[in-house]
Nanobody
Framework: QVQLVESGGGLVQAGESLRLSCEVS????????MGWYRRAPGKSRVLVAQ???????YHSDSVKGRFTISRDNAMSTAYLQMDNLTPEDTAVYYC??????????WGQGTQVTVSS
């Protein structure tokens, strides 16, 4: 059974940093791509960043230069380093495991709130 456990969310002030973690179990993590998504209040869930099994990354324009996705295959964990946070980054953040075939798996979400 594939499980994703997220951690690292919280309440911070604008300009501060947070690092989100997503620990995966029940999958061959090194074969999987990983993604971070977010859902802001009243909006749809959108892709923030993605990393493939080889470490190639994608970051959305809204976070490029501020957020960094990474992975540690030995720990079966993906990370999202978020720097210079703004109130517009306030959202529930979800990680997603994207296997080579079949459907993906979602984490439970972690709240990030940035005050001005």
């Amino acid at each position: 059974q594939v499980q994703l456990v997220e951690s690292g969310g919280g309440l911070v002030q604008a300009g501060e940093s947070l690092r989100l973690s997503c620990e995966v179990s029940g999958s061959i993590f090194s074969d999987d791509a990983m993604g971070w998504y977010r859902r802001a209040p009243g909006k749809s869930r959108v892709l923030v960043a993605q990393i493939d099994k080889d470490g190639n990354t994608y970051h959305s324009d809204s976070v490029k230069g501020r957020f960094t996705i990474s992975r540690d295959n030995a720990m079966s964990t993906a990370y999202l380093q978020m720097d210079n946070l703004t109130p517009e980054d306030t959202a529930v953040y979800y990680c997603k495991l994207i296997p080579p075939t079949g459907f993906g798996y979602w984490g439970q979400g972690t709240q990030v709130t940035v005050s001005s």
